[in-house]
T-cell receptor, first 109, second 113 residues
Framework: EDQVTQSPEALRLQEGESSSLNCSYT??????LFWYRQDPGKGPEFLFTLYSAGEEKEKERLKATLTKKESFLHITAPKPEDSATYLC??????????FGKGTRLSVIA | DSGVTQTPKHLITATGQRVTLRCSPRSGDLSVYWYQQSLDQGLQFLIQYYNGEERAKGNILERFSAQQFPDLHSELNLSSLELGDSALYFC????????????FGPGTRLTVL
């Protein structure tokens, strides 16, 4: 059974304090790993798709990387508007996405 | 704005009742997915439709059912509602039925009293 574990559950950063979120996964044949951002009461917003180990994607202050067992979402010099829950999901074969429980990020000015 | 629309935004009903949630996918997307999100469970996959046909089933209760219509919009029907069914229900869509990124709608918040 595909499993996704995200850590930490919650992270509090000062504005400008860079850090990383972790997504560990166990799947039988990874087809894709997805990162989403979710604001309270809103639908998840798509950020990145990673398909193979060694791949990296960047968008503004966010950078996602992928290894054979985990993915990291690096946040460089975060701002208060980056506060949200970040969700990781994996897809193997033709199975639907399996989501982790997310990391709740708070960036304090 | 993802391009996925959901109605209604909020729904308040009583135990034992039946409700219908509606979703319109992004233009050109053939797959529709339904998810339930409660505080302690995270995002749980319920069911997927691809071009009108059921493609995959997750943790969907027998009291719940869904369908996708010829114009590709989808409806999720929840019946014999219980207090524990209170949650956010999200619809997502993707271009195909495989491992593409999914784009989520704004959700319907269901409260069962």
């Amino acid at each position: 059974e595909d499993q996704v574990t995200q850590s930490p559950e919650a992270l509090r950063l000062q504005e400008g304090e860079s850090s990383s979120l972790n997504c560990s996964y166990t799947v039988s044949g990874l087809r894709g790993l997805f990162w989403y951002r979710q604001d309270p009461g809103k639908g998840p917003e798509f950020l990145f798709t990673l398909y193979s180990a060694g791949e990296e994607k960047e968008k503004e202050r966010l950078k996602a990387t992928l290894t054979k067992k985990e993915s990291f979402l690096h946040i460089t010099a975060p701002k208060p508007e980056d506060s949200a829950t970040y969700l990781c999901a994996v897809c193997s074969g033709n199975t639907p996405l399996v989501f982790g429980k997310g990391t709740r990020l708070s960036v304090i000015a | 704005d993802s391009g996925v629309t959901q109605t209604p935004k909020h729904l308040i009903t009583a135990t034992g009742q039946r409700v219908t949630l509606r979703c319109s996918p992004r233009s050109g997307d053939l797959s529709v997915y339904w998810y339930q999100q409660s505080l302690d469970q995270g995002l749980q996959f319920l069911i997927q439709y691809y071009n009108g046909e059921e493609r995959a089933k997750g943790n969907i209760l027998e009291r719940f059912s869904a369908q996708q219509f010829p114009d590709l919009h989808s409806e999720l029907n929840l019946s014999s509602l219980e207090l524990g069914d209170s949650a956010l229900y999200f619809c997502a869509s993707s271009v195909s039925g495989g491992y593409n990124e999914q784009f989520f709608g704004p959700g319907t918040r269901l409260t069962v009293l």
